[in-house]
Each structure stands twice: as structure tokens, then as C-alpha cells.
């Protein structure tokens, strides 16, 4: 492998760690402008672990906006991410899968707390504005808290 082939796996490593960030950034600031432009343009999200929905990002999108709304505190907490690049022989492809922990405190409206835990699996895809998320779905492993939503 190259120098140049190194760097590359770096800076692609580096800007996928960008995007999830930007990812939790997006969700906790109820951006959801931001949120809709990390997907590639046929993008999807899958929530349904955590009592959500699946289907494009652009649709996801307005229901967060919706359902976030009994959540005005939230900090996305991604943790432990381990990225795989696709390989072609020494060099990096055009097509990356991030898988995380999470934890993600939130406040509901009445003021009780609310915390969740459990696994992000990231797709990745290179397009020409860089990375972006083909998918993204959530596996939730646990919730606690005074007035927690029920889990379906």
C-alpha cells in the first residue's frame, strides 16, 4: 500500500466520523434541514427498535420533527465506532459501513428524564459532495425513565 492510498483511507476515515457527529449534531439541534442533507439522495432511516419508523430520510425527517418535539432536551451520545471502508485491492472503494454504540439522554416536556442505549449501523456512500448516509438504523438495546415512551 502507498502513501497516498494511506492518506486517502485517512481522510475518508476522518470525514465519516465528520458525518456521524454531524448526524447526532442535526437530531440534538432539531435540525432537520441538516439532517435531510447528510443522506444520499436515496437515503433511508430505519427507527422502528425504538418505536419509530422506516423509509426515506426526507420522510423520516418530518416524523423526528413531529416526534422530537416531546423531547425539547437531547444529547446524542455515539461511542465506539468502528468503521469499514470497502477494500479494492489496497484501495479504498466508494462505500463505508460505521457501526456505534449510543447513549441518548433526553428530556421529555414534563421535565422527566429519559435515557436510551444501543447500536447505530451506519451506510455510507461516496458521492460527488463527499460522504454522505445511504442508511442508518438504529437497534435499540434498552430505555429507562419516568414517563419513557412504551416500546412497541
Do not use: C
Amino acid at each position: 500500500m502507498t502513501q497516498r492510498v494511506d492518506l486517502s483511507t485517512v481522510m475518508d476515515r476522518l470525514a465519516i466520523d465528520d458525518l456521524v457527529t454531524e448526524y447526532a449534531v442535526a437530531v440534538d439541534d432539531a435540525d432537520w434541514s441538516a439532517y435531510r442533507a447528510l443522506f444520499a439522495r436515496d437515503g433511508r432511516a430505519d427507527y422502528r427498535s425504538s418505536g419509530g419508523i422506516e423509509g426515506p430520510a426526507s420522510e423520516v425527517a418530518d416524523w423526528m420533527a413531529e416526534t422530537m418535539r416531546l423531547f425539547p432536551v437531547r444529547q446524542h451520545l455515539i461511542v465506539n465506532r468502528r468503521v469499514r471502508i470497502q477494500d479494492l485491492g489496497g484501495y479504498p472503494g466508494d462505500r463505508a459501513e460505521l457501526d456505534a454504540d449510543y447513549v441518548n439522554p433526553m428530556r421529555l416536556e414534563s421535565g422527566d428524564d429519559y435515557l436510551s442505549g444501543g447500536r447505530y449501523a451506519f451506510g455510507l456512500v461516496r458521492t460527488d459532495g463527499g460522504w454522505r448516509l445511504s442508511s442508518v438504523v438504529i437497534s435499540e438495546k434498552w430505555r429507562r425513565g419516568k414517563g419513557a415512551p412504551a416500546r412497541d
